[in-house]
């Protein structure tokens, strides 16, 4: 099959869609095939040059064009300081961005049956971080749920079928899942589509309605599958080393676009001898430092990995650089280092994509064992004897506590929907987002209580790629990092306490976190993954080259 190359950047293109006459193309000049940093641009096809229609700071994702042709729709995250995700256009010709709708995000333009325009997107209800698919006018009347996903479900894109009654919706909980075909009356559920398992990251329609398209990765890299409408059999479209990502049809229904490329990402360590790279081969990530400074634990994505989110556990000893797979049965999301530096705590996919807590030693001949069986998104060192987890009741979040030995699981705040950070050495205290104050960034104390505000738009929401913790304590709790807008400080422990001193209103700037008795801003860098003490921190690369192609339908 032979693709034609549209962009030729040395960056990377994602997100590509085209025009309603399939003349011009829109894509994201930026890395991130979901949301991230980036700029809005459109070429005239085939040989036009690409012009740059946006030049702001905002995390972007998923343009589409206007059913005319003339406008340009694109999601943001937290644009102008705003602690929302919204739906802006832009013009074809140039000029400046607006917003059209708040707390909008994914949106397209679609026909309701008196060939009115109408769009159709995803919002946030206000119920933890549930996401749910609607459909509106423009102005946002005549409003109505298309498709409403469990508590902490995030349904982020949709797409009408060509005959107007069924909707394509991608969604995830922690992780993404297989895509999902849902009535667009909005009469149930629906089912899923396409391989399973898989984690399905976009989709479209072929202009006939016949065939579904898949952007999903079932354990070997992103590519594009399709499978006819309604129940036929999911067939694989897209092959080879390179990772395909989005989907849109050209207007005859004889070719798509979509972005192929590759990325990597590397450990890197800085100490005493400056910066050095410690990894160099496959996408490593979610570094974590021993807690005497001598070792780096990390984890490797792997063919065959049922979720982006999880990898291998590795660990490289960083004065001879020798390095060491361990645990070689498990793949991990989510891991936690001991503070004497001998066991590891962690949640693990199974092969049914469940993820339970599991404990395990780092030196010695001890089998791991399994905690709990809660599905689980994180995983923590609390109070001695404890292990602090994140997990799902009922499609709830809660964070639990747990013996080492698996007894007396209880829930350890009772606030729901937290998306947990960290935990203090003492147990007592949990850093988090609340899913209903997008952007902000709370100390929750163990059992319950009024939280400490510590800022209110340090944290913004959590993307698909693992992130640093925007709030951790050292093992020893001699030092607590807090990252502000990119800018990581260290803030040393105050006599008698574990918390820092915070102002009411929480800290407003990264100057009023700087203005703190002995803090030190550690790095700007916005990948730190801070260390034992000051001097030390790990940190990842990502290099990623993506262009957008031309691919004909087999």
Not at 10 to 15: E, H, L, R, V
Not at 361 to 373: F, K, V
Request: glycine share 10%; net charge neutral; aromatic share 10%.
């Amino acid at each position: 099959m032979s693709y034609t190359q549209l962009t030729n950047f040395a960056d990377s293109a994602t997100s590509p869609a085209l025009s309603p006459d399939g003349r011009m193309l829109t894509f994201v000049r930026g890395e991130s095939t979901f949301a991230g940093p980036g700029q809005i641009y459109v070429k005239l096809l085939p040989d036009g040059e690409p012009v740059q229609l946006t030049n702001d700071n905002s995390s972007k994702m998923s343009p589409k064009f206007s059913l005319d042709g003339a406008r340009i729709g694109y999601s943001t995250a937290f644009a102008d300081a705003a602690k929302t995700m919204d739906t802006w256009v832009v013009p074809v010709l140039g000029g400046q961005p607006r917003r059209l709708l708040t707390n909008a995000v994914g949106l397209t333009w679609i026909e309701n049956a008196a060939r009115q325009p109408r769009v159709l997107f995803s919002e946030l209800t206000g119920r933890g971080g549930q996401m749910s698919i609607v459909s509106s006018t423009e102005s946002r009347t005549e409003q109505r749920t298309v498709y409403l996903p469990p508590e902490n479900g995030m349904a982020h894109r949709s797409y009408l079928s060509p005959d107007g009654k069924w909707a394509l919706v991608i969604e995830m909980l922690d992780t993404w899942l297989p895509c999902r075909l849902t009535p667009f009356d909005g009469s149930s559920p629906g089912k899923p589509v396409g391989p399973a398992p898989a984690q399905c990251t976009d989709a479209a329609w072929s202009p006939d309605g016949r065939w579904m398209y898949f952007s999903t990765s079932t354990g070997s890299g992103v590519h594009t599958w399709r499978q006819r409408f309604p129940d036929g059999t999911p067939e694989q479209v897209t092959f080879g080393v390179t990772e395909e990502e989005g989907i849109h049809f050209a207007p005859d229904g004889r070719s798509f676009v979509t972005s192929i490329g590759t990325s990597q990402s590397t450990v890197w360590i800085h100490d005493s001898q400056g910066d050095r790279q410690i990894t160099s081969e496959g996408y490593s990530f979610r570094p974590s430092i021993s807690p005497d400074g001598k070792k780096l634990y990390y984890l490797i994505r792997a063919a065959g990995t049922a979720s982006f989110i999880a990898g291998g556990l590795w660990v490289a000893d960083l004065a001879s650089g020798q390095r060491q797979r361990l645990l070689p049965d498990f793949q991990m999301r989510h891991y936690t280092i001991s503070a004497d530096g001998q066991r590891v705590v962690f949640v693990a996919s199974d092969e049914k994509g469940h993820a339970p807590v599991w404990l395990a030693s780092l030196n010695g001949p001890t089998a791991p064992r399994r905690l709990a069986t809660l599905n689980s998104w994180g995983a923590w060192f609390g109070a001695p004897g404890e292990v602090v987890l994140e997990g799902e009741e009922k499609g709830t979040l809660f964070v639990y506590r747990i013996k080492e030995d698996g007894g007396e699981l209880q829930k350890m705040v009772p606030t729901s929907n937290l998306f947990a950070f960290s935990v203090s050495p003492d147990g007592r205290w949990v850093a988090a987002q609340d899913s209903r104050a997008w952007g902000a960034l709370y100390a929750f104390p163990a059992g319950g209580g009024a939280p400490t505000l510590i800022c209110t738009s340090c944290s913004p929401p959590q993307g698909t790629d693992p992130k640093p913790p925007d709030m951790v304590w050292t093992p020893d709790g001699t030092f607590v990092y807090l990252k502000f807008a990119g800018s990581t400080y260290a803030i040393p422990r105050q006599p008698g306490q574990l918390m820092p001193v915070v102002p009411a209103s929480g800290f407003l700037s990264k100057d009023a976190v700087a203005a703190l008795p002995g803090a030190r801003l550690i790095s700007e860098q916005d990948n730190l993954f801070p260390g034992p003490n000051p001097s030390i921190y790990a940190f990842t690369k990502i290099a990623t080259q993506r262009n957008i192609y031309r691919v004909p339908v087999p």
